[in-house]
């Protein structure tokens, strides 16, 4: 998992890993080419640069990235998908991560999936309130959450299209009219993406990036494998162990089908 992937017809290290490094070297680069962080609250011109972050796989990786641009002084937006099954943005350590970025100065805000509620386009005043409803939910936990949402694998009718009551990263403004580059599926592998100076939206998953290089395929694994056995643990410490089962419901002869499911077949 640490050997830089290498370009197989060529023999050679790929020029773009997915390290930290050079994830802060790539974002040092574009400020010293002259950009200047900017926010989805106004319009972008020449050197204006939107950083967004779609949190798919690991908040914790998260944290790690918004600490990088903190440091290098860049404002970004965290968007967070309530509806995976991967993670849930309102476990504690979870909250943590999501508070942690508003304090080094970061927006946070709602990844939201279609995919979750329908298969075609429903028509605006759906999505408007289907999204009003997950910001609504997230802003019980997180104070101001960003007007602006991104939309996981956003279906072709979402894109350059304009909503009354949320700002859409996926707006002509901030997508078509400008210079968009993603990290997606880490298609810079061989070739970080170009700029040229206009007003640009950058995009990365945090969950793609580590301390050490790997493949696309071994960070969803390794993201995975982290959730996994962050299940495993809060299972056996909140229903598993008998100091902190429901055992006031397990008396005897009555035990309640809960606390019999909890204790794993007993
Ligand atoms: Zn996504």
């Given at each position: 998992m640490t050997t830089p992937?290498?370009?197989?017809?060529?023999?050679?290290?790929?020029?773009?890993?997915?390290?930290?490094?050079?994830?802060?070297?790539?974002?040092?680069?574009?400020?010293?080419?002259?950009?200047?962080?900017?926010?989805?609250?106004?319009?972008?011109?020449?050197?204006?640069?939107?950083?967004?972050?779609?949190?798919?796989?690991?908040?914790?990786?998260?944290?790690?990235?918004?600490?990088?641009?903190?440091?290098?002084?860049?404002?970004?937006?965290f968007f967070f998908l309530l509806t995976n099954p991967l993670y849930n943005p309102f476990h504690r350590p979870n909250r943590r991560v999501i508070h942690e970025l508003v304090e080094m100065g970061h927006d946070v805000g709602v990844h939201f999936s279609t995919h979750q509620y329908w298969g075609e386009d429903p028509g605006d005043e759906a999505i408007e309130t289907r999204v009003a409803a997950e910001r609504e939910v997230?802003?019980?936990?997180?104070?101001?959450?960003?007007?602006?949402?991104s939309f996981h694998r956003p279906p072709e009718w979402v894109l350059s299209r304009e909503f009354d009551r949320f700002i859409s990263t996926y707006e002509r403004r901030f997508f078509a009219d400008v210079q968009y580059v993603g990290d997606s599926s880490q298609r810079w592998r061989d070739a970080p993406p170009d700029v040229d100076g206009g007003p640009l939206q950058v995009l990365t998953h945090p969950g793609l990036w580590g301390t050490e290089d790997a493949t696309f395929e071994e960070r969803v694994e390794e993201a995975t494998a982290y959730q996994f056995d962050r299940v495993e643990r809060f299972v056996e410490d909140e229903f598993v162990h008998d100091r902190n089962t429901i055992g006031e419901y397990d008396h005897r002869g009555t035990a309640s089908r809960g606390a019999d499911e909890g204790r794993n077949g007993r």
């Open positions: 992937p290498r370009d197989e017809a060529a023999g050679r290290v790929s020029p773009v890993t997915y390290t930290y490094d050079w994830y802060e070297r790539f974002f040092e680069r574009l400020l010293d080419d002259g950009y200047t962080p900017a926010s989805y609250d106004e319009p972008l011109g020449d050197g204006d640069l939107v950083v967004r972050h779609d949190v798919d796989l690991s908040p914790a990786k998260a944290l790690d990235v918004g600490r990088i641009e903190a440091d290098l002084g860049i404002r970004s937006t997230f802003g019980t936990a997180f104070t101001d959450p960003s007007p602006a949402v």
